[in-house]
């Protein structure tokens, strides 16, 4: 349902850019939209339209369709620079990029996941039921390293509740949007970021005043590149340089930052970020995607070690005890 939702979004803001790209006036596009959505999407648009009407900005009438608290505050950079098409189009793709992303990891995990529950299952009833009874014809206290680890009473119960307690804690922190700060992870989410901050500096910079009555601007709100410009413009304020200051940011890249300077330089920033945001996005989709490759041979490793520890602690048991016969 939550995915239908979220595909529906990303129609109607592409029909949306279409009709203001043959020239259509914003009111007569939302009602040409009316009139073609069904069900709750055409509510959505009539809500849509008569928030305009009301006098609302342009960045909150699409806050219904866009959820994402940080491609929000892109629609707001991008209308304070009078580009909010512009911007509403880089929505548009990063929202497309993550729905495609996520459908391709839905994909390669179902199966996964499935044998796990399985897995899961059987071990469950083995450490219930058939182990107890294993070990009370073993002698545990003759046995030491990792054989006693294995037919300790504990083990099976402690292990299945810690793989559960890791499972609903990154099922968890996905759902609320914070990523694991692993290593690999970490660099997907500097890209991310990354993109943000330079998709934001783009549509602010073309002819609105000095890098940092920019950067000033694009610390206004509370997301995380409204928070990351701040700290910038208070470093510029202390005497800085734009690529000085923006160097301090572990979330933006290097090779970025580089260009912050170059930029400043030759008068260009607003071109040259324009130019390196598309790369930027390019090198982002092409790293979540050999993720997500990579990911599949681990998930059936992991599956494989599941399987041998659990044959193996089946067979310790009956060894032990046709050994003590």
């Given at each position: 349902m939550v995915r239908n939702q979220m595909n529906q979004d990303l129609f109607t803001i592409q029909r949306f850019l279409r009709l203001q790209k043959r020239g259509v006036g914003l009111k007569k596009t939302f009602e040409t939209l009316e009139l073609h959505e069904r069900g709750k999407a055409k509510q959505v648009v009539r809500d849509m339209r008569l928030k305009l009407e009301q006098g609302g900005s342009l960045a909150e009438v699409f806050s219904v369709l866009v959820i994402d608290p940080r491609m929000r505050e892109m629609l707001v950079t991008a209308e304070r620079g009078h580009h909010f098409m512009e911007g509403l189009e880089q929505v548009l793709v990063l929202s497309t990029m993550r729905r495609n992303l996520q459908q391709e990891l839905k994909q390669l995990t179902r199966y996964p996941l499935v044998i796990l529950t399985m897995l899961l299952g059987l071990g469950a009833i083995y450490a219930l039921y058939i182990f107890p009874k294993l070990l009370s014809m073993v002698d545990i206290e003759a046995l030491d390293g990792l054989n006693a680890i294995l037919l300790s009473r504990w083990f099976f119960p402690g292990f299945f509740v810690g793989l559960l307690v890791t499972a609903a804690g990154f099922y968890w922190n996905g759902k609320r949007g914070r990523l694991v700060p692993l290593r690999f992870i970490e660099r997907g989410r500097r890209l991310y970021v990354t993109y943000l901050f330079v998709s934001e500096l783009s549509l602010l910079n073309e002819g609105q005043g000095s890098i940092?009555?920019?950067?000033?601007r694009l610390s206004l709100g509370d997301g995380e590149v409204a928070a990351i410009a701040k700290r910038m413009h208070e470093r510029m304020s202390e005497g800085l340089e734009l690529e000085e200051a923006a160097r301090k940011e572990r979330l933006l890249e290097?090779?970025?930052?580089?260009?912050?300077g170059v930029g400043t330089v030759s008068g260009e920033l607003g071109s040259i970020m324009v130019l390196h945001r598309d790369l930027v996005?390019?090198?982002?989709e092409l790293y979540w995607k050999q993720l997500i490759t990579k990911m599949e041979p681990a998930l059936y490793g992991f599956l494989t070690m599941m399987v041998t520890m659990i044959f193996y602690t089946i067979y310790l048991p009956v060894k032990l005890i046709m050994a003590q016969l």
């Open positions: 940092r009555q920019i950067i000033e290097h090779e970025v930052v580089s260009l912050f996005f390019e090198e982002m």
